[in-house]
């Protein structure tokens, strides 16, 4: 059975930073996208942060371009979000999530089909 487990939320004054981390149980990170969703009281879920199977290439949603980095550590098999520059509009629970197959490129379908984590509480106080 694959888990993923999220840690690093909490609680920071705007303009903070936050890391988080996302570690898998029953099956590797390596070969499989990955990314970062968050879902806000009363709205929709949306993807933050995406990396490639590969981890050649990475997606941003336009609200946190420039200010949030996803990347892999394929030593510790972990993903990270890096969160810089933090809005009191970042307010939201974190997922992590990752795809079923590998060398598959990612996109809402293979995320929706994939795993996900308990998600992780982040709270930007302005």
């Known amino acids: 059975q694959v888990q993923l487990v999220e840690s690093g939320g909490g609680l920071v004054q705007a303009g903070g930073s936050l890391r988080l981390s996302c570690a898998a149980f029953?099956?590797?990170?390596?070969?499989?996208?990955a990314g970062w969703f968050r879902q806000a009281p009363g709205k929709e879920r949306e993807l933050v942060a995406a990396?490639?199977?590969?981890?050649?290439?990475?997606d941003y949603a336009d609200s946190v371009e420039g200010r949030f980095t996803i990347s892999r550590d394929y030593t510790k098999d972990t993903i990270y979000l890096q969160m810089n520059s933090l809005k009191h509009e970042d307010t939201a629970v974190y997922y992590c999530?990752?795809?079923?197959?590998?060398?598959?490129?990612?996109?809402?379908?293979?995320?929706?089909?994939?795993?996900w984590g308990q998600g992780t509480q982040v709270t930007v106080s302005s």
């Open positions: 999530a990752t795809v079923r197959t590998r060398y598959t490129d990612y996109n809402p379908t293979e995320f929706d089909l994939g795993y």
């Open positions: 029953g099956r590797t990170f390596s070969n499989y996208a």
């Open positions: 990396i490639s199977w590969s981890g050649s290439t990475t």
